[in-house]
Structures are given as structure tokens and as C-alpha cells.
């Protein structure tokens, strides 16, 4: 079945740029049926949604983050990425990448979660 | 934006009760309306989508409801295993946003 990973540092210090790669196995990040999404959970806190992309480039962003927010894809390796830049302690969180419908507007599957901690 | 609340905050219940958690949204979003369980240390589950279509594989006790602003998220018969905290999570002009969540323990 179709599973996601997270991979990336867990630990980026305050002002640089943080990197996460999610990768696709048993499907293909190429489905045009479906949109790849990152979500982020601060330690203790609440789900936020970041940002999506489609297999064709288009994205879109949570404005309260757009400004910082880079989402990527690479079919030929079935991954996507986020860059996040000018991180600070409140970019500390666990970040799921996790798949996506527009319609009906949900996630049906999540990677395990990876966390990343701000910190000098 | 479009803001989600949910109540309670937390919620102490036993097995074998119906529980009910509502979610609201600071504007209409149709049926636009998803529902996540998640425990500690593990990913968010979905557990209903458009408001009141059951996920494949979760179980029937689940069931969703609502349109436009206010939605519920509704437990027939409390289970160990439904010992978590829930989310709703609106859908919008190409916008998602989560509640605050509901944690759902035993009393």
C-alpha cells in the first residue's frame, strides 16, 4: 500500500533555512488525483497546514506562512520537499507530509511525522 | 481566514457512553468537513470527510453530521481504543485549517 516518509535534520539552528523531504513508496507522487501537503503539530499543540503541491508544480500556501514557505517536486524520484526559511523557536514542531483531496478537502494518509527542533 | 473552534476542550467519559464533540466554523464551508482521531506519538487518523462519509475501514459507532457553520462529531458506544484526541479540519477556496481539538478521556 501506499506509504509516506519523512526524512530531514532534527535539529536547525534559529535564522537558517529548514529542509524535509517526504517520499512516496508504493504509489506515485505523479497521481493526478491527489495533492501532496505538509502539516506541522508544535510539541503539545494543535495541527497547522502549510502548504500543498501538485504533480505538476502548482502550489499553495498558508498565508501566515507563504512569505517563508517553499514546497517542491521531484517525479523522478517520487518525493516532495519543503524548505521553510528564517526559522525561529516557533517553527519547532513535528512535520507531517501527508496526502491530499481538494475535493472532498481532506488528508486520507500521513507519514509517521518527523521533529524538528529550533534551537542554537 | 476561516477560524474552526471546538467544544468541549476536553471531554472525561466512560466505555460504553455517546459522546458528541461540535466544531464550528467562523464562516460557511458547505459540507466541507473532515474529521481526524489521533493518539500521542502517531499521525492523525481520518475518520470522516464531507461532513458524514465514514473513512473506509473505521468503524460504524463513528458518525458525522452537519452543514455550513456547525458540525458534530458523534461516539455511539465509547471504545478503549477511542481514547484520543479529535480534530475537525475545514476546506476552503484552496485553504485548509484544523480546530483546536477535542481530548476525549476516561473518567
Redesign the interface.
Known amino acids: 500500500q501506499v506509504q509516506l516518509q519523512e526524512s530531514g535534520p532534527g535539529l536547525v539552528k534559529p535564522s537558517e533555512t529548514l529542509s524535509l523531504t517526504c517520499t512516496v513508496s508504493g504509489g506515485s507522487v505523479s497521481s493526478g488525483s491527489y495533492y501532496w501537503?505538509w502539516i506541522r503539530q508544535p510539541p503539545g499543540k494543535?495541527?497547522?497546514?502549510i502548504g500543498y503541491i501538485y504533480y505538476s508544480g502548482s502550489t499553495?500556501y498558508?498565508?501566515s506562512l507563504k512569505s517563508r514557505v517553499t514546497i517542491s517536486v521531484d517525479t523522478s524520484k517520487n518525493q516532495f520537499s519543503l524548505k521553510l526559511s528564517s526559522v525561529t523557536a516557533a517553527d519547532t514542531a513535528v512535520y507531517?507530509c501527508?496526502r491530499?483531496?481538494?475535493a472532498?478537502?481532506?488528508?486520507?494518509l500521513?507519514?509517521?511525522?518527523t521533529l524538528v527542533t529550533v534551537s542554537s | 481566514?476561516i477560524q474552526m473552534t471546538q467544544s468541549p476542550s476536553t471531554l472525561s467519559a466512560s466505555v460504553g457512553d455517546r459522546v458528541t464533540i461540535t466544531c464550528r466554523a467562523s464562516q460557511s464551508i458547505s459540507?466541507?468537513l473532515?474529521w481526524?482521531q489521533q493518539k500521542p506519538g502517531?499521525?492523525?487518523?481520518?475518520l470522516i470527510?464531507?461532513a458524514s462519509?465514514l473513512?473506509s475501514g473505521v468503524p460504524s459507532r463513528f458518525s458525522g453530521s452537519g452543514s455550513g457553520t456547525e458540525f458534530t462529531l458523534t461516539i455511539s458506544s465509547l471504545q478503549p481504543d477511542d481514547f484520543a484526541t479529535y480534530?475537525c479540519?475545514?476546506?476552503?477556496s484552496?485553504?485548509?485549517?484544523?480546530?483546536?481539538?477535542t481530548k476525549v478521556d476516561i473518567k
Do not use: I, M, V
Open positions: 501537503s494543535g495541527l497547522e497546514w499553495n498558508n498565508p507531517y501527508a491530499g483531496h481538494l472532498p478537502g481532506c488528508f486520507d500521513w507519514g509517521r511525522g | 481566514d459540507s466541507w473532515a481526524y502517531k499521525a492523525p487518523k481520518l470527510y464531507k462519509s473513512e480534530y479540519q475545514q476546506y476552503n484552496y485553504s485548509f485549517t484544523f480546530g483546536p481539538g
